[in-house]
Every structure is written in C-alpha cells, then in structure tokens.
C-alpha cells in the first residue's frame, strides 16, 4: 500500500515569494491534515479537510496561507507572500475518517521549507 | 483546548536496555486517544502505539508498551530491548472530539547507544 506522498521534499524561497506544496493521501482516506512543523517544537495543525470540505482551519494564518482539497483526494497548501517565520517542515497527513477507531494519521515525509 | 507536555528533551539508553519517555496531557473531552510518534531523522512521523481513553488495559505493540494514568493524566512509553533503530524524536499526541486534530508535545529526542 502507497504511503502518502509530498512534494517537493525540500524547498528555499527568498521572503515575499510564494510556494506552494503538494499531497497525495493514501487511497480511500477521506480526511487530510497539513502540519506546520517548526524546529525543536511538535508538529501544530493548520488545516483539516474531510473530502473536499474544510472542517479546521483555526490556526491556519489566513493572509497568507491558503489550501484547496477540490476532488477530495489530492491537496496543495500555498504561502504567499512567504515570511522568514514560515521556515519549517509541512506536513501531509491522512486517516480513514475523523474521529474514533478510525482516526490513526499516516503521515508523509514532508517539505522542508526555508525562507531567507 | 489540549495541552501535550513532555518533560524530557533529550535522553539516552544503551542497546537492549529498557527506557521509559514521559508525557502528561490535559484535555476536556471524555472520549479521546492518545498516541506515540516516532521521527527518525529522515523526518517521516511513525504510529507506534495508540490508547483509547476508555480502555483501563495497556497497549503494547511487541517491545513497546504504555502505561496510563487516567487520574492522572499520564501516559508513559516504555520500550524494551532497546535498538539502534529506536533512536528518533518520540512526540506523544492526543486526539480528541469529532475533528480529532492531534495535539502534539515537544518531543523526547532519544539515542540508542553501543
């Protein structure tokens, strides 16, 4: 069974540019989370999808980022314009479903971003 | 909202010998599951072992097991026969309510010696 898969894997931008990143979930999971992950801290989460709708994008920063999801299956996050505080590693992740017995997340490799 | 603390930065173990990373937790919700990670340096996040809150027994998964405290809110990994293949970052996380985001600790960055 295929993992999920992110690219790119590694990603330098100079502040202001924009960037975006990909994910493909594991085939028949419905739920899609994007991680930010900042150096020596845990992973904190962005933005949850269930299919192609949006159930948790509290702590995603709104002016600048954004995430589309729009056949339920494949998602990209965007940064634009990206801020030298935006250096860290992105996160994919997937489940079955929300909630439950179900809710085990299969994560990606990720994207290491630096902004200088 | 939902804290995850884990209070042990950093910590070291000969092969096969026992160690144990710990983590408290606090949380409002009455159902939810509590997980360990493990990051290898190649950075992709690993399940090892997962609780369900409602569940009094210990999970173990072979040479990993927990020990929960649910008074207590405290939930312990220790892992047995300790290899070199176990040294990683381990993030203990918790999952709650019907989104069941994870919120996750800092991390325990555990070496595995000779």
């Known amino acids: 069974e295929a993992g999920v898969a992110q690219s790119p894997r590694y990603k330098i931008i100079e502040k202001r540019q924009s960037v975006a990143f990909w994910c493909n979930p594991i085939?028949?999971?419905?739920?899609l989370y994007w991680y930010q992950q900042i150096l020596g801290q845990g992973p904190k989460l962005l933005i949850q999808?269930?299919?192609?709708?949006?159930?948790?994008d509290s702590q995603l920063p709104k002016d600048r980022f954004s995430a589309e999801r729009l056949k339920g299956v494949d998602s990209t996050l965007k940064i634009q314009p990206a801020k030298l505080e935006d250096s860290a590693v992105y996160l994919c992740?997937?489940?079955?479903?929300?909630?439950?017995?179900?809710?085990?997340?299969?994560f990606g490799a990720g994207t290491r971003l630096s902004v200088l | 909202a939902q804290t995850v603390t884990q209070s042990q930065p950093e910590m070291s173990v000969q092969e096969a010998e026992t160690v144990t990373l710990s983590c408290t937790y606090d949380?409002?919700?009455?159902?939810?599951?509590l997980f360990w990670y493990k990051q290898p340096p190649s950075r992709q996040m690993i399940l090892v072992i997962r609780?369900?809150?409602?569940?009094?027994q210990n999970a173990t998964e072979n040479r990993f097991s927990v020990n929960f405290q649910k008074a207590a809110k405290s939930f312990s990994l220790k892992i047995s026969d300790s290899q070199l293949g176990d040294t990683a970052m381990y993030f203990c996380?918790?999952?709650?309510?019907?989104?069941?985001?994870?919120?996750f600790g800092t991390g325990t960055r555990l070496q595995v010696t000779l």
């Open positions: 992740a997937s489940s079955f479903t929300s909630g439950g017995s179900k809710n085990i997340q299969y």
């Open positions: 085939s028949g999971h419905a739920t």
């Open positions: 999808f269930q299919n192609n709708g949006v159930v948790d």
């Open positions: 949380t409002s919700e009455n159902n939810y599951y």
């Open positions: 609780q369900e809150a409602y569940k009094q």
């Open positions: 996380a918790v999952g709650a309510g019907t989104a069941s985001k994870l919120t």
